[in-house]
């Protein structure tokens, strides 16, 4: 798998702002025909925090993949424009978070993180709530 482009879609979901938050993280790897998925629960947290969480769980995973490019798809409006440079960070919850995310992309020249709509993050989306769903099942 080293050496291919990789897509990741990435997602936060809290049950409430703030409240049990879970991540999802799909990653496709070219010519592969299997996705990687990764979920996890978060705890308490926002759902902009859970969305930047998401995002560092993919980027951690990519990593692994030494990906010869990587494009992250994320429906997050606001870690999308903060992470393009079209949004400053004001969130004193974010910043820590997004510095984070730029550390991490600098291992990836040229990555792209593009924007996508609700719809065309499903899997994603599941897989952050199955997180959530799966805690509270143990409980």
Do not use: W
């Not at 004001?90 to 910043?95: A, Q, T």
């Not at 040229?110 to 499903?122: D, K, M, P, S, T």
């Amino acid at each position: 798998m080293k050496g291919k482009a990789v897509t990741a879609r990435t997602d936060g979901a809290s049950r409430g702002n703030p409240g049990p938050a879970g991540i999802g993280v799909v990653l496709e790897v070219a010519g592969e025909d299997r996705p990687i998925e990764r979920f996890e629960y978060i705890g308490e947290a926002t759902n902009n925090v859970a969305e930047y969480r998401a995002l560092l769980l993919a980027l951690a995973e990519a990593a692994d993949l030494s990906p010869s490019s990587l494009t992250i798809l994320s429906d997050s409006e606001l870690l999308v424009r903060q992470l393009n440079g079209a949004y400053r960070v004001k969130s004193d919850l974010l910043r820590p978070l997004y510095h984070e995310a730029c550390r991490r992309l600098r291992r990836f020249p040229g990555a792209r993180i593009l924007h996508v709509e609700r719809e065309e993050n499903q899997a994603a989306d599941r897989l952050a709530n199955r997180a959530i769903d799966a805690h509270f099942q143990k409980a």
